[in-house]
């Protein structure tokens, strides 16, 4: 099956900050990711689709890149609703695994 | 407007089995493939398994870890999506969530119910 390695696994900063979380395909998925984030106590909601068609709705301040096995998920402009824990998901063909996340903090 | 609501979690023993329902609204549910997704107390996020769409068949996939013991239906008359889970295990304990999967992507999520399993 294929990996998603998410990295950093958590990272530390500060409001305005420019954040980039990447996640690495063991095998190529084409454009086939997507990206997600979660808040304690609440249901992941979705940001990017095929890897950097922005979802209705998310600010734009988020954004996504890559294809083949490298990916990231930028946020230009750290806000503090943005301080959460984000998930990449392989979509193309089951199993839709998850990478292993990454918990943004405040710094 | 689109709504997902799971129900039916709880506290079950080890080797036992518990059904989950997912019921939907806001949207023809037999266009739509439904997932599952699991999430362990301060775990990341464990696909389970799909019911695709009227149009594929309604064909049915699941993750390796559950393969055999759980078993995905769908009612289309009540726009419903279930969970039948047998033989359960410790590490099965989990909120479970369903979600609308379109445009290979996940887009609308339930809320989440919770199973514990313990003796």
């Known amino acids: 099956d294929i990996q998603l390695t998410q990295s950093p696994s958590f990272l530390s900063a500060s409001v305005g900050d420019r954040v980039t979380i990447t996640c690495r395909a063991s095998?190529?998925?084409?454009?086939?990711l997507a990206w997600y984030q979660q808040t304690p106590g609440k249901a992941p909601k979705l940001l990017i689709y095929?890897?950097?068609t922005l979802q209705s709705g998310v600010p734009s301040r988020f954004s996504g890149s890559g294809s083949g096995t490298e990916f990231t998920l930028t946020i230009s402009s750290l806000q503090p609703e943005d301080f959460a824990t984000y998930f990449c998901q392989r979509v193309n063909s089951p199993p839709l695994t998850f990478g292993g996340g990454t918990k943004v903090e405040i710094k | 407007e689109v709504q997902l609501l799971e129900s039916g979690g709880g506290l079950v023993q080890p080797g036992g089995s518990l059904r989950l329902s997912c019921a939907v609204s806001?949207?023809?549910?037999?266009?739509?493939?439904i997932d599952w997704v699991r999430q362990a107390p301060g775990k990341g996020l464990e696909w389970v398994g799909l019911?695709?769409?009227?149009?594929?068949?309604?064909?049915?996939e699941y993750a390796a870890s559950v393969k055999g013991r759980f078993i995905i239906s769908r009612d289309d008359s009540n726009n419903s999506l279930y969970l039948q889970m047998n033989s359960l295990k410790t590490e099965d304990t989990a909120v479970y969530y369903c979600?609308?999967?379109?445009?290979?992507?996940?887009?609308?999520w339930g809320q989440g119910t919770m199973v514990t399993v313990s003796s």
């Open positions: 019911s695709r769409n009227k149009a594929n068949s309604y064909t049915i």
């Open positions: 806001g949207f023809t549910f037999s266009d739509h493939y």
């Open positions: 095998q190529g998925i084409s454009s086939y």
């Open positions: 979600t609308r999967h379109k445009n290979y992507a996940f887009d609308f």
């Open positions: 095929a890897a950097s």
